[in-house]
């Protein structure tokens, strides 16, 4: 089973946010950090475009980078129902995958701070390009809350399932050809026990 990270199983918001501060502080742009959590999911380059010169992303994305392990990693707190998910694959003998966008280092740091008990975690991919990873590792479904994480689904030959817990509603998700569209991952736990009855676990 492979899950995304940033607001299906992490709730980053805060860190984040207090991470576009200080590179607020530091390079004297006003980000406004409120409006950029509300729209977590494409990689950090695609947000840094809306407020800088395409030659100063880079080294603002390096920057941001340098200052998350110690100010966003540490606030980042568990979705409700996180834990509970993750069990419900684990007590069924299924193992789990985390595939993100968030590069690999913060990503296994929010996993390790939040005791997430994952196998394996896989950082710097968003859309189809988490495809290979769900494929390799031969997850049976994906869970996240973006539309590019349907797109993943679709790439690695999984199941896609949604939670309306990020930028989109339960009912967009479902246009957007999402297979499952929960409300939160506390929904998780008897969508699986039902998915089971009809799909063998991979």
Excluded: C
Aim: proline fraction near 4%; charged fraction near 20%.
């Amino acid at each position: 089973m492979g899950f995304d990270l940033d607001m299906t199983l992490a709730d980053t918001r805060a860190g984040i946010a207090a991470v576009y501060d200080e590179l607020a502080v530091r390079l004297g742009v006003p980000f406004d950090s409120a409006a950029i959590v509300s729209r977590l999911g494409p990689p950090l380059e695609v947000e840094l475009a809306n407020w800088l010169p395409s030659e100063e992303v880079p080294a603002a994305a390096d920057l941001y980078r340098e200052i998350y392990p110690e100010m966003g990693v540490p606030v980042h707190t568990a979705m409700a129902g996180a834990h509970e998910a993750i069990e419900a694959v684990r007590r069924a003998g299924g193992g789990v995958i985390v595939v993100t966008g968030k590069n690999v280092r913060d990503a296994r740091g929010t996993v390790a701070v939040l005791g997430l008990d994952v196998d394996e975690v896989v950082g710097s991919v968003f859309g189809a390009d988490k495809g290979s990873a769900l494929a390799r590792f031969g997850a049976a479904a994906y869970v996240g809350d973006h539309v590019a994480d349907i797109q993943a689904a679709r790439a690695g030959g999984a199941v896609s399932v949604t939670v309306a817990t990020g930028p989109y509603t339960v009912g967009e998700l479902r246009d957007h050809g999402a297979d499952v569209a929960l409300g939160d991952l506390t929904e998780f736990a008897a969508w699986f026990a039902g998915w089971r009855e009809h799909d063998a676990l991979r």
